[in-house]
């Protein structure tokens, strides 16, 4: 399997997901290219402390979101997958409906015709049945719909142990090893059960 994988940042709230995405893939022997929306670029300068060259730098390749030519919007370029990490409802409704007016939707559209892992971890709420029928279009086409939804088994004791936890799940579907949560133990429940009797 080709050892690159596509990091897109929309421009919903929670840009920081993609930005640790891409902190932790600086440690592996994984090539990142990377996508960011113009939203995205704004979103990571109001919700973050990073800038946007840093955020760039981060990745092996970082591409335009108008670069509709660049390799990721070709399936000839082969990667192990694409996460789109925050996804905005507009990112998602232009996979679901295969609108590829710019590189993010046209390289998300490109895993999904290759049959390659999508992640979206799509950033909304309250949903109305608009929203749940793209969700359900995307996943009947193939993405994994990742939303950055928390846990509280493992004891989080900072917004930083939230976002590895969200992250962590997303490099679980890649298949990617990571040690960013503490994994599920049932014998802390058996325990717990003990006690209770």
């Given at each position: 399997?080709?050892?690159?994988?596509?990091?897109?940042?929309?421009?919903?709230?929670?840009?920081?997901?993609?930005?640790?995405?891409?902190?932790?893939?600086?440690?592996?022997?994984?090539?990142?290219?990377?996508?960011?929306?113009?939203?995205?670029?704004?979103?990571?300068?109001?919700?973050?402390?990073?800038?946007?060259?840093?955020?760039?730098?981060?990745?092996?390749?970082?591409?335009?979101?108008?670069?509709?030519?660049?390799?990721?919007?070709?399936?000839?370029?082969?990667?192990?997958?694409?996460?789109?990490?925050?996804?905005?409802?507009?990112?998602?409704?232009?996979?679901?409906?295969?609108?590829?007016?710019n590189l993010l939707i046209r390289a998300a559209d490109v895993q999904l015709k290759e049959k390659r892992k999508l992640a979206l971890m799509f950033r909304e709420t309250p949903l109305?049945?608009?929203?749940?029928?793209?969700?359900?279009?995307?996943?009947?086409?193939?993405?994994?719909?990742?939303?950055?939804?928390?846990?509280?088994?493992?004891?989080?004791?900072?917004?930083?142990?939230?976002?590895?936890?969200?992250?962590?799940?997303?490099?679980?579907?890649?298949?990617?090893?990571?040690?960013?949560?503490?994994?599920?133990?049932?014998?802390?429940?058996?325990?717990?059960?003990?006690?209770?009797?």
């Amino acid at each position: 399997m080709t050892k690159r994988l596509i990091v897109g940042i929309a421009g919903a709230s929670g840009v920081i997901y993609g930005v640790r995405m891409l902190e932790i893939l600086q440690h592996t022997d994984i090539e990142t290219h990377l996508i960011i929306s113009e939203a995205g670029k704004l979103n990571i300068r109001i919700e973050t402390s990073y800038d946007v060259d840093t955020v760039l730098s981060m990745a092996d390749v970082a591409y335009t979101n108008k670069d509709i030519a660049a390799s990721v919007a070709s399936g000839s370029f082969q990667t192990m997958g694409m996460v789109i990490a925050p996804c905005t409802v507009k990112t998602l409704s232009g996979i679901a409906n295969s609108y590829n007016e710019n590189l993010l939707i046209r390289a998300a559209d490109v895993q999904l015709k290759e049959k390659r892992k999508l992640a979206l971890m799509f950033r909304e709420t309250p949903l109305h049945t608009g929203h749940l029928r793209l969700l359900t279009q995307a996943a009947d086409m193939g993405a994994h719909i990742v939303p950055p939804v928390p846990a509280f088994y493992h004891h989080p004791k900072t917004i930083d142990d939230i976002i590895n936890q969200s992250v962590g799940k997303v490099m679980d579907y890649m298949g990617i090893a990571h040690n960013l949560f503490k994994r599920w133990d049932n014998s802390e429940l058996e325990k717990l059960k003990s006690e209770l009797n």
